[in-house]
């Protein structure tokens, strides 16, 4: 099932825009680049509505009542639930709406590293899954194997250059800085010390850059030009809502904004 | 860190290792290779080289003696006539490796660096010297010592599958569609030919020329003397060599249909012969039987009609071209619960081979 909705696919369309880009050098991460957009595209609505369930979410924890009954009912959790459940109802918000297009992105992410594996087929066995993942209708022979060269890069192994006599994994530290930077611009500020939201949120910009970065240090370089173009198109998206934080960026931003708030 | 943050930090891991697992390591995902002699089948099995005791079907030596993480084997091992078995790695530093095939120590080490792929095909020895095609594009030319002999030979594509020879010059298929001649003397490329399609096995050598099937379909046909053109077409991709028997060539697909043709006609001598699984291996001819092993794991012994006369299952998935020592033929499967296995021409299984662990 996993194979026939994700990976087939995935590596069909892959496959297909590799072709239409003429399959030359450097085209299997151009295809990689296009699909990212592509991807962006279909999940649009749902990063939009992720962005405005954040966003409620953080104005419900500034919220005088949502306070007021944090504080009432410490002590009886089932009652604070009740009480959580029907502020939600009230305000028609979504405590899910945030969570569910990370989760909608993480078979994605999957099922694009198995794809590039498989695309680039680096044994005989994963040629032969290849050969079993084309659509009838997909023309291929004259395109495999995939030229995996893209720039400096084999898309189909961890990249890393030589710097004095150092391998410096370059990709897994640009994919680190990338989602760092993303996920600091879409943190929104806060003004209650005892916002758990935000809490997650600033635990998240700590370590999804950590294992991003691990994936791109350990992984095919295919899934790192995912991860950085991802990013830099999410900080765009963001961006041209008029809501990134880009004072986030600077060291102890957040903390100057609450401050003034506050004031 | 206080419960919250360790409850992230644990389910970011698990997102992690998910992700691992899940993606797999592709290196180390393939078949096995298979060589013998009269006396020992050698088996290049993951991590491992067994050499397997022939009558008794236990294992005589394994190398390396302890599992180590950076050797990796796919390609068949080779048997030079001075006494060397060769057999390059895949693993993460790409050894190509000369093992004494008695005792399983190492004669000599070859390390090729970082940069360099890794080794999927075999060498050929060709008047004492090896000539090793690499997953990065070269051949290299390597002595019987272990010293590289001459410049490595740039073809491009990735090389899967050894190198062929008529004596004087080297034939070579690479992924990149091409069909290569060399002239081993002088390193230089004769002439290359676009087979519209990737070849991943060796071609096959005749008396006035070579033969080579593709990912393209087709069985092309190089003349000696010049000139080339394809002689048969296949319901889908060629993964094995051809195999020539007189004035007919056998090949088969991966639609699983298995072709006998008559070259000097240019006919098929059969309608439709379709065992029960895709065909990646080689076939191999032993007397009067064409064995076929398929991806279903099974064996099967033809006649020269195309008749069926025994078909055994093996179990796993049978990639490895069979080999034949004396009357036994080896099978080495892949993902069964043992990796070798030997029959006799009638289809009678002496004993599977199971490594200790």
């Known amino acids: 099932m996993w194979e026939t909705i994700i990976i087939q696919p995935m590596t069909n369309l892959l496959l297909w825009i590799y072709d239409f880009l003429g ?67 009230e305000r028609g918000i979504n405590p899910f709406a ?36 084309i659509y009838p209708f997909q023309n291929v022979e004259g395109i495999i194997p995939l030229n995996s060269k893209f720039l400096w890069m084999d898309l189909g192994r961890p990249e890393s250059i030589q710097i004095l006599g150092f391998a410096l994994p370059t990709l897994a530290i640009i994919v680190a800085l ?35 970065g691990w994936f791109a240090l350990n992984f095919a370089s295919g899934i790192a030009v995912y991860f950085i173009i991802s990013n830099v198109l999410g900080v765009v998206q963001y961006a041209a809502t008029g809501r990134a934080n880009w004072s986030n960026l600077l060291p102890g931003g957040s903390k100057k904004i609450s401050s003034a708030k506050k004031k | 860190m206080n419960t919250k943050r360790l409850k992230l930090f644990v389910l970011l891991a698990l997102g992690a290792t998910f992700l691992s697992a899940c993606s797999g390591q592709p290196l180390a995902n393939n078949w096995p290779g298979l060589a013998t002699d009269s006396e020992h089948a050698y088996l290049a099995a993951g991590s491992f080289v067994y050499a397997v005791d022939l009558e008794s079907g236990e294992e005589v030596w394994r190398y390396p003696a302890e599992a180590n993480g950076k050797l990796l084997f796919y390609a068949n091992p080779v048997l030079t006539s001075d006494g060397q078995l060769l057999i390059g790695s895949t693993g993460k530093e790409h050894p190509f490796i000369s093992l004494d095939p008695a005792t399983g120590k190492e004669k000599w080490t070859k390390h090729f660096t970082e940069n360099k792929g890794g080794w999927v095909g075999s060498p050929l020895v060709l008047n004492d010297t090896i000539y090793a095609p690499n997953a990065d594009g070269f051949i290299y030319v390597i002595n019987l010592n272990g010293k590289e002999d001459a410049d490595p030979i740039e073809l491009g594509g990735a090389l899967w599958s050894a190198p062929s020879t008529d004596g004087s010059l080297l034939y070579v298929t690479s992924l990149d569609h ?47 003397n010049g000139g080339h053109k394809v002689i048969a077409k296949t319901d889908s991709w060629i993964w094995g060599s051809p195999l020539l028997d007189g004035q007919t060539l056998y090949y088969a697909d991966l639609s699983g249909k298995v072709y ?22 080689s076939l191999l001819i032993v007397g009067d039987q064409i064995y076929v092993a398929t991806e279903a794991g099974t064996l099967v012994a033809l006649d020269r009609e195309g008749k069926t006369v025994w078909e055994k299952t093996v179990g796993g998935k049978i990639y490895t071209t069979p080999v034949i020592s004396g009357d036994l033929i080896l099978v080495a499967p892949y993902q069964a619960d043992f990796v070798l296995a030997d029959y006799d021409a009638a289809g009678k299984q002496a004993w599977t081979f199971v490594p200790e662990k």
């Open chain 1, 23 to 89: 399959h030359g050098p450097h085209m299997f991460g151009l295809a990689i680049i296009l699909f990212t957009i592509l991807i962006k595209l279909i999940t649009l609505p749902l990063n939009a509505s992720q962005v405005k369930g954040a966003q409620a979410m953080q104005a419900l924890q500034n919220d005088k009542e949502w306070q007021d009954i944090q504080k009432k009912y410490a002590k009886d959790k089932e009652k604070l639930a009740q009480e959580q459940m029907r502020i939600y109802k």
């Open chain 1, 98 to 133: 945030s969570c569910l297009p990370t989760l909608v992105q993480f078979p994605i992410i999957i099922g694009l590293y198995q794809s590039i594996t498989r695309a680039l087929s680096v044994t005989p066995y994963d040629m032969l899954k290849l050969a079993r993942t």
């Open chain 1, 178 to 212: 990338t989602t760092y930077i993303q996920s600091k611009l879409t943190m929104p500020a806060s003004t209650n010390p005892n916002d758990q939201s935000a809490q997650m949120t600033k635990m998240m910009s700590i370590y999804m850059p950590l294992m991003l």
């Open chain 2, 178 to 224: 091409y069909f290569h001649v060399i002239d081993p003397a002088t390193g230089v490329m004769n002439e290359s030919i676009d087979l519209g399609g990737a070849a991943p096995s060796s071609p096959v050598v005749g008396s006035d020329g070579v033969y080579v099937g593709s990912f393209a379909s087709t069985i092309e046909y190089i003349k000696t």
């Open chain 2, 260 to 281: 006998s043709l008559d070259l000097a006609s240019g006919n098929q001598n059969w309608d439709i012969v379709q065992p029960d699984g895709p065909v990646v291996a």
